[in-house]
């Protein structure tokens, strides 16, 4: 049985910086590949970033230069580095991995951008 928690999300002033992370647990060895998506409210979920097994990482357009996706095998983690943040970041954020063939979703965590 594998799961997802995420955390890290809060309120941040413009120009703030948040971590998002995402622990999975279960018995496996390692995440391998992820993403990071959001969901504004009334609109879409988004693909924000994505890692791929060689580590290679690719970001919306919206968030390049600004959000940096890592993962660390050994603690069977994903994150978010995001820096600069603007009120249109404001969303709930989910993580989403391919372990042992199958995709798993965190519970999501909000993050809200506001003065």
């Known amino acids: 049985q594998v799961q997802l928690v995420e955390s890290g999300g809060g309120l941040v002033q413009p120009g703030g910086s948040l971590r998002l992370s995402c622990v999975a647990s279960?018995?496996?060895?390692?995440?391998?590949?992820g993403g990071w998506y959001r969901q504004a409210p009334g609109k879409e979920r988004e693909l924000v970033a994505t890692i791929a097994g060689g580590g290679n990482t690719a970001y919306a357009d919206s968030v390049k230069g600004r959000f940096t996706m890592t993962r660390d095998n050994a603690k069977k983690s994903v994150y978010l580095q995001m820096n600069s943040l603007k009120p249109e970041d404001t969303a709930v954020y989910y993580c989403?991995?391919?372990?042992?063939?199958?995709?798993?979703w965190g519970q999501g965590t909000q993050v809200t951008v506001s003065s």
């Open positions: 989403n991995v391919l372990i042992m063939g199958r995709y798993y």
């Open positions: 279960g018995t496996f060895l390692s995440i391998i590949v």
